[in-house]
């Protein structure tokens, strides 16, 4: 079965919540992080469904 991936920046803030649910339930799941204000959200961005994070990826 495909492991859901979810997308935030690396830290807290709203991704987190999502990353203790999936924690507190032992799902497996892909910790995918950017850097905050790093060179590499810009690209993501443009391909991200709503330009926005946390973004969650399952199943395509
Ligand atoms: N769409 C979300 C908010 C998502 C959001 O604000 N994400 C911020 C980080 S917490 C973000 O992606 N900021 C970067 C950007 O907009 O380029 C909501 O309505 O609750």
């Known amino acids: 079965?495909?492991?859901?991936?979810l997308?935030?920046?690396d830290l807290r803030g709203f991704g987190e919540y999502i990353r203790l649910?999936?924690?507190d339930n032992?799902?497996?799941f892909e910790d995918?992080?950017?850097n905050t204000g790093g060179e590499e959200w810009p690209e993501?961005?443009?391909k991200m469904i709503?330009?926005?994070m946390p973004a969650?990826?399952?199943n395509g």
């Open 50 to 52: 709503f330009g926005q």
């Open 21 to 23: 649910l999936y924690l």
């Open 7 to 9: 997308y935030y920046f």
């Open 56 to 58: 969650l990826k399952h």
């Open 1 to 5: 079965m495909a492991v859901p991936q």
């Open 26 to 28: 032992k799902i497996e």
């Open 32 to 34: 995918i992080r950017y």
């Open 44 to 46: 993501v961005k443009k």
